[in-house]
């Protein structure tokens, strides 16, 4: 490929969405963020109803669930239901409390996969996750595990929620994203795991920014 991929996983609340938006907007490169894709199939299983225990349902929601990104207006990234823009409402308390259970489905990550791989094919894609450098794009050129402490983890994700209305205690938002690492990286599909070949960045220390140039020098290597 002429425009390497870009792999990027971690825990919540790492800066996967911050820091793989600067390093697509820097090199020209497509965003893509997968968790959203999960996040869109989740606000669809509790709107019909559909039980979070059950990989079957799970399973068959997926397979004629119409989940798409598209870019918006400012080259925004947007999710989609069918034509409806659910950007907003998959980042809702209900949805990130279940989303887990909907993403450990085999058969739910098998058609999410699918799609993903499909939208990498061509190149110059950011894409950002859990498995991606695992299992989506395990021939990415750069790879990238991004961490930081749980409490500055949680600290972000708080005053992500906080500008949108929502607000949590710290304490709150620790047990939360510390709860779904835990079914993430345990749960036997492609679970939440560093690659063999992947560098990890701890992003406690450094900007978002600073993250983002780090990872485009693996792209350029200078001289
Ligand atoms: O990245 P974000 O926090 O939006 O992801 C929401 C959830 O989607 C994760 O907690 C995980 O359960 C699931 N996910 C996944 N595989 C990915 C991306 C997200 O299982 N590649």
């Given at each position: 490929n002429l425009y390497p991929n870009i792999a990027i996983d971690g825990p919540a609340g790492a800066g996967k969405s911050t820091?793989?938006?600067?390093?697509?907007?820097?090199?020209?490169?497509?965003?893509?963020d997968t968790?959203?894709?999960?996040?869109?199939?989740?606000l669809q299983a509790?709107?019909?109803?559909?039980?979070?225990?059950?990989?079957?349902?799970?399973?068959?929601?997926?397979?004629?669930?119409p989940v798409s990104?598209?870019?918006?207006?400012?080259?925004?990234?947007?999710?989609?239901?069918n034509n409806e823009d659910v950007s907003e409402e998959i980042r809702g308390p209900e949805?990130?409390?279940?989303?887990?259970y909907v993403a450990m489905v085999p058969a739910v990550r098998r058609r999410m996969v699918e799609l993903q791989k499909a939208m990498a094919e061509k190149g110059g894609v950011v894409m950002e996750g859990r498995d991606i450098g695992t299992v989506v794009l395990p021939d990415a050129p750069v790879k990238?595990?991004?961490?930081?402490?749980?409490?500055?983890?949680?600290?972000?994700?708080?005053d992500e929620l906080a500008v949108k209305g929502s607000i949590f205690s710290q304490e709150q938002m620790e047990e939360e994203i510390i709860r779904r690492?835990?079914?993430?990286?345990?749960?036997?599909?492609?679970p939440l795991t560093k690659a063999p070949d992947a560098?990890?960045?701890?992003?406690?220390?450094?900007?978002?920014e600073q993250v983002a140039d780090m990872i485009i020098a693996r792209v350029q290597p200078a001289g």
């Open positions: 820091v793989a938006k600067l390093v697509a907007k820097k090199l020209g490169y497509i965003y893509i968790g959203a894709m999960y996040r869109a199939l989740t509790l709107r019909d109803g559909v039980d979070m225990h059950d990989p079957e349902a799970l399973g068959r929601l997926a397979g004629v669930t990104l598209r870019n918006g207006e400012d080259d925004r990234l947007r999710v989609f239901l949805v990130s409390g279940n989303v887990s990238i595990f991004l961490t930081a402490t749980t409490p500055v983890r949680a600290k972000r994700r708080r690492d835990g079914i993430d990286s345990t749960r036997e599909a492609d560098e990890v960045i701890d992003s406690t220390f450094f900007t978002a």
